[in-house]
């Protein structure tokens, strides 16, 4: 695709995430379905929406401190914010290029003037990139712009800050701007230098390979599957706390299963698992990852959920702010609104009730999130626990 056609699909891939409020993953699969882009295309679309996306409070930062008073909006915003985070993070890429590339596309859609403003603002950029790589906050930033350099929303900022403290929220920013690391769980070690570098869970591998996962030897084989370090660690606890009881082979029920990753861990691990969904479209995602990699897992429509057996094991990862997932999904932190949280934790508690109705006497509720707030964690937790306790005594 022609370079500058490009460049304004990466502009109306974060309109759509931005104004419309579309997850960048639903949007990116939107205009792939649609739309004629080859691999290489395909892979440049990612990596700027979301490292626009990533960098999005600090690229906004640099270009209002250069703007000044004449700070640009809409669709001019957006389109200087990928080229100034192309400029700065994608060091090897000529900056004349981009900024040629952007004032093209700003002169086809805003007009000559702002495309000489933009031709201004981005030669600056360019000219200090690598002051603004190593871009230190300023000991007198107020709190609005501390948000800004942290690139968090600044309601997200506020709440991390009272419950986690300013040094956490600056590591905890920090790791999120970085590159998200490609884990993958592999069925065969025999031959394991094939898959990448072991982690800490067996059968885990960091991948190193540079090309699409869905082109990946073996993938369509279903010798692999994608799940961050993180969740197949938990998939390794849990089953070795309920396997302590209940032997290896219990049952579980994951409540909240697509894309699929947890019950085919739990699967490839000898467990008998059934698996459900609500989110229709998520749920053809989780028929579609456990066909290939793990078909011995039952799937079920929520709606036959009545007629299933009490379980050894029932797993809850709740739908939640997504405020732990950040480095690897950076719309979050856009998309998400502070009013959401008590609108999530009257889910999350549905469900832990639900959930806890199909646990066997005696078996275990798992309940996890991908969230660094404590509503939605250990204080949500102490509301549930007398309301689980009240529901049935016996099953602890």
Same mark, same amino acid.
């Given at each position: 695709?022609?370079?500058?056609?490009?460049?304004?699909?990466?502009?109306?891939?974060?309109?759509?995430?931005? %104004?419309?409020?579309?997850?960048?993953?639903?949007?990116?699969?939107?205009?792939? #379905? %649609?739309?004629?882009?080859?691999?290489?295309?395909?892979?440049?679309?990612?990596?700027?929406? %979301?490292?626009?996306?990533?960098?999005?409070? +600090?690229?906004?930062?640099?270009?209002?401190?250069?703007?000044?008073?004449?700070? =640009?909006?809409?669709?001019?915003?957006?389109?200087?914010?990928?080229?100034?985070?192309?400029?700065?993070?994608?060091?090897?890429?000529?900056?004349?290029?981009?900024? %040629?590339?952007?004032? &093209?596309?700003?002169?086809?859609?805003?007009?000559?003037?702002?495309?000489?403003?933009?031709?201004? /603002?981005? #030669? #600056?950029?360019?000219?200090?990139?690598?002051?603004?790589?190593?871009?230190?906050?300023?000991?007198?930033?107020?709190?609005?712009?501390?948000?800004?350099?942290?690139? /968090? =929303?600044?309601?997200?900022?506020?709440?991390?800050?009272?419950?986690?403290?300013? &040094?956490?929220?600056?590591?905890?920013?920090?790791?999120?701007?970085?590159?998200?690391?490609?884990?993958? +769980?592999?069925? &065969?070690?025999?031959?394991?230098?094939?898959?990448?570098?072991?982690?800490?869970?067996?059968?885990?591998?960091?991948?190193?390979?540079?090309?699409?996962?869905?082109?990946?030897?073996?993938?369509?084989?279903?010798?692999?599957?994608?799940?961050?370090?993180?969740?197949?660690?938990?998939?390794?606890?849990?089953?070795?706390?309920?396997?302590?009881?209940?032997?290896?082979?219990?049952?579980?029920?994951? /409540?909240?299963?697509?894309?699929?990753?947890?019950?085919?861990?739990?699967?490839?691990?000898?467990?008998?698992?059934?698996?459900?969904?609500? &989110?229709? +479209?998520?749920?053809?995602?989780?028929?579609?990852?456990?066909?290939?990699?793990?078909?011995?897992?039952?799937?079920?429509?929520?709606?036959?959920?009545?007629?299933?057996?009490?379980?050894?094991?029932?797993?809850?990862?709740?739908?939640?702010?997504?405020?732990?997932?950040?480095?690897?999904?950076?719309?979050?932190?856009?998309?998400? +609104?502070?009013?959401?949280?008590?609108?999530?934790?009257?889910?999350?508690?549905?469900?832990?009730?639900?959930?806890?109705?199909?646990?066997?006497?005696?078996?275990?509720?798992?309940?996890?999130?991908?969230?660094?707030?404590?509503?939605?964690? =250990?204080?949500?937790?102490?509301?549930?626990? =007398?309301?689980?306790?009240?529901? #049935?005594?016996?099953?602890?």
């Amino acid at each position: 695709m022609e370079r500058v056609a490009l460049r304004e699909a990466a502009l109306r891939v974060l309109t759509r995430v931005l %104004s419309d409020r579309k997850t960048l993953e639903e949007t990116l699969e939107d205009f792939f #379905r %649609s739309g004629d882009f080859d691999p290489q295309d395909k892979a440049w679309l990612q990596e700027v929406c %979301s490292g626009t996306l990533r960098y999005k409070g +600090r690229l906004e930062l640099i270009i209002d401190s250069i703007a000044l008073k004449k700070k =640009p909006s809409g669709g001019l915003r957006k389109t200087l914010l990928i080229g100034a985070y192309q400029i700065i993070a994608q060091e090897k890429v000529e900056p004349a290029w981009i900024v %040629s590339e952007t004032v &093209d596309l700003i002169k086809r859609k805003e007009g000559q003037a702002p495309a000489k403003f933009a031709n201004a /603002l981005l #030669r #600056r950029v360019a000219d200090h990139a690598k002051e603004w790589r190593a871009m230190e906050l300023n000991p007198a930033a107020k709190e609005d712009e501390i948000a800004d350099f942290c690139s /968090l =929303p600044f309601w997200l900022y506020k709440r991390l800050s009272k419950s986690h403290g300013r &040094d956490w929220v600056m590591a905890y920013a920090k790791a999120s701007l970085e590159r998200p690391v490609t884990w993958i +769980r592999a069925k &065969d070690s025999a031959d394991a230098s094939k898959w990448g570098e072991p982690g800490i869970i067996s059968q885990s591998y960091r991948t190193t390979e540079k090309c699409a996962i869905p082109e990946r030897a073996g993938f369509n084989e279903g010798q692999f599957f994608v799940q961050d370090i993180s969740g197949q660690f938990l998939v390794s606890e849990i089953c070795r706390e309920v396997a302590a009881k209940w032997g290896e082979k219990f049952t579980a029920l994951d /409540l909240c299963a697509a894309p699929g990753g947890k019950s085919m861990g739990l699967a490839w691990n000898g467990v008998q698992v059934t698996a459900t969904d609500k &989110d229709e +479209r998520r749920f053809k995602m989780l028929r579609e990852n456990i066909k290939r990699a793990a078909p011995g897992v039952q799937i079920i429509e929520k709606k036959n959920l009545p007629g299933l057996p009490a379980q050894n094991l029932v797993w809850v990862d709740a739908p939640c702010t997504g405020t732990g997932i950040i480095r690897r999904h950076p719309d979050v932190k856009w998309l998400r +609104r502070e009013e959401d949280i008590a609108k999530l934790n009257s889910v999350q508690k549905s469900l832990c009730l639900e959930g806890w109705g199909k646990v066997k006497s005696g078996g275990f509720l798992a309940y996890t999130v991908c969230s660094v707030l404590p509503e939605e964690g =250990p204080l949500l937790l102490e509301k549930i626990l =007398p309301m689980v306790w009240n529901l #049935r005594k016996d099953r602890y």
